[in-house]
Every structure is written in C-alpha cells, then in structure tokens.
C-alpha cells in the first residue's frame, strides 16, 4: 500500500509544481500587463515620431478640427490624435510601396517599356492612394452596421429603465453598462455621452454628438424624438416605444433586403466554378467517344 501512496504523491507534487512553475501569479501578470502596456507606448511614439515628416508631405492644409476626415475616424471608433500622422503617412509611403515593385515586375519580367510603364507604374501607385480610404470606409461601415443592429436592444433596455422609474440620464448610463455584452462601441460611445452631461454639458448637445460620432441616421432621429419629448413634455417612455418599434422594423427590412440579395450573389460562383464542373462532368465522356471516333476519319486511319 505504500508504493501507490508514494507514486501518487510524486505525481501529485511534480504536477503542482510544474504549475507554480509555469504559471504567472496575480503580481507578475500585473507586472507582465504593465511592462507590455509601456513597451506598446514606447512602440507607438516611436512611430509617431517616423511618421510625423511623412505625414506632412500628404496632409491637407485645412483645420483638422472641422474637417470631414476627423469626423470619418470617429465613425470609424479612432480618436486619437496621432492617427492622422500615421494615415497620412501611410499615405504617403504606400504609392512609392507599389510603385517601385511594379516598375520591376513591369520592365524586366513582362518587358513593358515608354508610355506603357509609366502607365502601369502610376496605376499601381494610385492604387496605394486609395488603398488607407478602402480600409477607413470599411471600418466605418463595419461599426455602423454594429451599432445599426445593437440600437434596437439598446433603446427597449432604455425602455424598460425610464418604465422602472429611472431617468433618462441613470437610463443611459445602466444601458451603456449592460450594452457592453453584445455591442462594445455602442456601449462606449453611450459612455462618453453620459460623461459629456457629467461634464457640464447639455443633454441634447451631448446626443447631438453622438449621432454626429457614429454618423448613422436611425441615431439622428433618436435625439430628435428625445429633443421633442423634452420641449413640448411627451411621455419620454410612449416615444422610446414606439421609436424602437420602428427600429426593429428597419432592422427586419434591411435584413429581408440582405437575404433577398443572396439568390443573385450567388450566381457569380456558381457560374464561375459550379456550371464548368458540372458541364465537364456531363459532357466529359461524350467528348471523349466523338473525339475517339472522328480523329481516326480526319487522319485518314
């Protein structure tokens, strides 16, 4: 009986202490945490710093501040300052990027010389131009379906709060912290407006900011029916009723309008891939027999 006792102990001991080993506690994680978080911002100056003389040679000469870029990145959920640097220079490197492989792909592999190169060439390098605003209006478009499909939810869970006896300002505040589990850039754009009102600042001033960060419509017209409610002193419960009962229309609407789109998207692939498998297959063996059969008459075998 002591041999199995002692075996199990063995293990028992190797494997804790492989764990003790290998597994960080709380501290070194913090300290692992905080070392990364300050190497990240160590990364990111430097970057920065690289990327600030790139920046000005494609940077526009009119005020960020009231630019229509500026609001894009707000759509698109980036706040930072410094993200312009880094756009515009990319901006900037991106076209001398695919400029300088097509040039060498062009002139020694396909042999293209005069008017042609220099076609070619400036082609691949205004694709680099346009390649940083593909991306920003798929990260716009990306977030606003997000918030577009949450805000429904979002508003019956507003419902339910001014219904429960809170107010609208507690409403939104309860909303942006339960929100958080399906949709992270409503629930933070919801945060920041609840600390623009803690601010200082005027409810349907800060409302008005958030339709104009996330850039959707249904938004524009939530803080018109909020507005009114408060001007001409509408139950704030019956308007958030029947404003989600609408939502939840458009959202059924516009993913009808989706489905309906997938019989037609569907036929690229299938005439591109399906139809010629199919047809090879079918039409495969007959191919075959009268090739078999009319070759030898041709040659005269």
């Known amino acids: 009986m002591l041999l199995p006792v002692l075996v199990f102990l063995a293990v ?12 960080p506690t709380r501290a070194e994680q913090r300290l692992q945490a905080l070392n990364g ?8 100056q430097s970057i920065v710093k690289l990327a600030g003389p790139l920046a000005n040679l494609s940077s526009p000469l009119e005020d960020w501040d009231s630019s229509v870029l500026r609001v894009r990145f707000f759509n698109a959920g980036i706040r930072s300052d410094r993200a312009r640097l880094v756009y515009f220079a990319i901006k900037t490197l ?4 695919l400029a300088l492989p097509a ?18 060439v400036s082609i691949a390098a205004l694709i680099g131009c346009y390649v940083p605003n593909l991306v920003l209006w798929w990260l716009v478009r990306v977030r606003q379906r997000e918030i577009f499909e949450t805000f429904p939810d979002a508003v019956d869970l507003m419902l339910v709060c001014v219904e429960a006896g809170l107010g609208l300002d507690a409403s939104l505040a309860r909303v942006a912290g339960e929100i958080k589990m399906k949709s992270m850039a409503l629930a933070e754009e919801l ?13 349907e001033k800060a409302l008005k900011n958030l339709a104009r960060r996330t850039g959707i419509e249904e938004l ?10 408060d001007k001409f002193g509408v139950s704030v419960g019956e308007s958030l009723r029947v404003f989600s009962d609408e939502l939840r229309q458009k959202r059924q609407s516009r993913a009808e ?11 690229i692939p ?9 047809i090879m297959v079918m039409m495969g063996p007959a191919v075959i027999q009268i090739v078999r059969a009319v070759m030898p008459m041709l040659t005269g075998f």
């Open 103 to 120: 040039f060498v792909l062009f002139s020694v592999w396909f042999q293209v010389q005069g008017t042609a190169l220099l076609f070619d």
């Open 257 to 267: 309008e989706r489905a309906a789109k997938v019989p037609t998207l569907l036929l």
């Open 270 to 278: 299938m005439v591109l891939f399906i139809f010629p498998s199919i």
């Open 94 to 97: 991106l076209p001398l990027a």
């Open 191 to 203: 945060h920041l407006t609840n600390l623009e009102v803690r601010a200082g600042g005027t409810r």
């Open 37 to 44: 978080d300050r190497e990240t911002a160590q990364w990111r």
């Open 12 to 23: 028992t001991l190797s494997v804790a202490g492989l764990y003790v080993w290998l597994v």
């Open 220 to 229: 524009d017209g939530f803080v018109v029916m909020l507005s009114q409610a």
